[in-house]
Each structure stands twice: as C-alpha cells, then as structure tokens.
C-alpha cells in the first residue's frame, strides 16, 4: 500500500477508533486496514494505537500525528484542486471552531446555510470553550470573541460585545440596584469561570480600572447555567451582551452598572492562509463576515 493511502487510513482508524469502521469508510478489507497500520508503526518505530478485542485508543504520539497526517492530507488535496483547475469551487471538508455558545447561536446557523450551498462540500466544526491551536488541530477558520494576540493569522472583524452585569427585576427590587461596583461585594453572585476559579469583574471608571470579586454563591463553567440563576432571582451574573441579550428584551433580566462597562471585547473571523487559502475557505469567510457584520446583537 503506497504512503499516501497509508496515511489515508491511519487517519480513518484514528478518528473512527475502529479497524472495522475504517475500513468499511475507505472500502477496504478489515485486514488491509490492519496491515497498514502494522507497516506504519513498524517504519515510523513507534506505537500509535492501543487496540484490545473492544476499543482502539490513540496513544499520545498517534494523537500527534493524527493532526500532522490531517494537515497534509488537506494541503495535499487543495494542491491537487489548485492543479486541476478546481480550486475556485467550493469542495472538499472545511474545518471551523468558535466557542460553545456563540458557536450554537451564530455560527452554526451559517454552517448549515453554507452547507446547503454547496453540495461537495463538508464540514466538521468544534465548538469549545478553549483557544484552539488551528494549525496544530488542524482547523481552516476560527470565529473568535477576544481581544487578538497572534499576529500571524489573517483577522476580520466582524463586530463586538460587552461585558454586562445584570439581574432580575424582581432580585433588583429586593436587594436594590447597585450604584458602583464595589456594592456588587454586598450582593449574591452567580460567577461563570472556566476553572472554576472565583472570578475578578473588572470595570472602568473613567480613566480608572477598578477590580471586584463578586460575594459568589455558585461558580459554574456555563454561562447559560448562570443565566438560568439570575432569571431565577437568584442574584446578578456577568455575561457578554449576546448571551443575555435575549432575556433582556423580555424583560426577565435588566442590564446594570453599564456606565462601568470596560471596553467592548471584538469579535474576529480568522483563518491561517490569506491569499493563498482554498476556495472553501475563502467562500466561507467572506460569506460569515457578511452575516455577521450584519448582526445586530455583534454591534457593542
């Protein structure tokens, strides 16, 4: 079995954790599968995957080269696409990430219109809430809500969203409004942290930055859970302005301390390759760009 279809395979086995299911995905023998794997331990002299009678389990080099085989498996088809002519139809697999929530509500809709588009097209998409390594995940475009470090990707912005406090009607009618946020240190909070740490609320207060740990009664790492808390009457949460933007216009929560708010946090699509990027990729970012820019709950 020459080296390119090896790889093929290895990557079928590594992301269907299954010889058999591998094997029926590139119609193939289950043994030509197993042989393949076999030889390419075997030349690379190391392990790459743990198999018992029930399961297989990449090991954490096979993990690694699981990425590096998918990055040249597509750099190799957008090559052979530039060559033949095909690069300007959308096809092939697209890759995209975006964090859990902002993903459910504003990316995965463009996905599913995109993919409706585009017939020869497919998409894999991973919404978590981490900064994803796109090279070493081997992802095309990331739709991000920060504020950017890394230079050496290409970044469009799209829009923006504010850090906003807010509260019940009901909670706020009980325990008053809070007039600065120091009084939040009187106040029940219910904190979103990603590693559950107590959170720090920073505000600002003309020139002035001013940090405040909230009084927490409930650190979660969902800020739907701590959404759910607030609408309840529970006490004030911090989320971006997208996330209550809903429950604001009904009126079950009511933004506070907006005259503290920091600066708005902006939101990027971005992807590696520039220019020089696949037809799929540049389609895509120029069709998300669009709709989001014309969002108006991404306008701070």
């Given at each position: 079995?020459?080296?390119?279809?090896t790889?093929?395979?290895?990557?079928?086995?590594?992301?269907?954790?299954?010889?058999?299911?591998?094997?029926?995905?590139?119609?193939?023998?289950?043994?030509a599968?197993?042989?393949?794997?076999?030889?390419?331990?075997?030349?690379?002299?190391?392990?790459?995957?743990h198999?018992?009678?029930?399961?297989?389990?990449?090991?954490?080099a096979g993990?690694?080269?699981?990425?590096?085989?998918?990055?040249?498996?597509?750099?190799?088809?957008?090559?052979?696409?530039?060559?033949?002519?095909?690069?300007?139809?959308v096809?092939?697999?697209?890759?995209?990430?975006?964090?859990?929530?902002?993903?459910?509500?504003?990316?995965?809709?463009?996905?599913?219109?995109?993919?409706?588009?585009?017939?020869?097209?497919?998409?894999?998409?991973?919404?978590?809430?981490?900064?994803?390594?796109?090279?070493?995940?081997?992802?095309?475009?990331?739709?991000?809500?920060?504020?950017?470090?890394d230079?050496?990707?290409?970044?469009?912005?799209v829009?923006?969203?504010?850090?906003?406090?807010?509260?019940?009607?009901?909670?706020?009618?009980?325990?008053?409004?809070p007039?600065?946020?120091?009084?939040?240190?009187?106040?029940?909070a219910?904190?979103?942290?990603?590693?559950?740490?107590?959170?720090?609320?920073?505000?600002?207060?003309?020139?002035?930055?001013?940090?405040?740990r909230?009084?927490?009664?409930?650190?979660?790492?969902?800020?739907?859970?701590?959404?759910?808390g607030?609408?309840?009457?529970?006490?004030?949460?911090?989320?971006?302005?997208?996330?209550?933007?809903?429950?604001?216009?009904?009126?079950?929560?009511?933004?506070?301390?907006?005259?503290?708010?920091?600066?708005?946090?902006p939101?990027?699509?971005?992807?590696?390759?520039?220019?020089?990027?696949?037809?799929?990729?540049?389609?895509?970012?120029d069709?998300?760009?669009?709709?989001?820019?014309e969002?108006?709950?991404?306008?701070?």
């Open positions: 079995m020459d080296r390119f279809l790889l093929k395979v290895f990557v079928a086995v590594g992301e269907e954790q299954s010889f058999s299911a591998a094997a029926r995905r590139l119609a193939l023998s289950p043994p599968v197993t042989r393949a794997i076999g030889a390419l331990e075997q030349t690379l002299g190391v392990k790459l995957l198999r018992t009678t029930r399961i297989v389990r990449l090991t954490e993990a690694r080269y699981l990425l590096d085989c998918k990055r040249v498996l597509s750099e190799l088809e957008d090559a052979d696409q530039a060559v033949s002519g095909a690069q300007a139809e096809r092939g697999t697209l890759a995209i990430t975006a964090s859990v929530l902002f993903g459910r509500l504003f990316v995965a809709p463009l996905v599913r219109e995109f993919l409706n588009r585009h017939a020869e097209l497919n998409v894999r998409a991973l919404f978590v809430d981490r900064v994803v390594d796109l090279i070493d995940e081997g992802l095309d475009v990331a739709v991000r809500v920060a504020h950017l470090s230079a050496s990707f290409t970044a469009i912005r829009g923006a969203v504010r850090n906003v406090v807010c509260a019940s009607p009901a909670y706020l009618k009980r325990h008053g409004v007039r600065s946020p120091e009084d939040l240190k009187e106040r029940a219910l904190c979103y942290s990603a590693d559950r740490s107590a959170p720090v609320w920073s505000f600002q207060a003309g020139k002035r930055t001013v940090s405040v909230p009084s927490a009664r409930l650190i979660v790492n969902s800020q739907e859970v701590a959404m759910q607030a609408v309840a009457g529970e006490g004030l949460t911090r989320v971006l302005s997208y996330q209550a933007a809903a429950d604001v216009k009904a009126g079950r929560l009511r933004v506070i301390l907006s005259e503290f708010e920091p600066e708005p946090i939101i990027h699509v971005i992807h590696r390759e520039g220019k020089r990027a696949a037809a799929r990729v540049r389609a895509f970012v069709f998300a760009v669009a709709e989001l820019r969002n108006p709950l991404l306008e701070a």
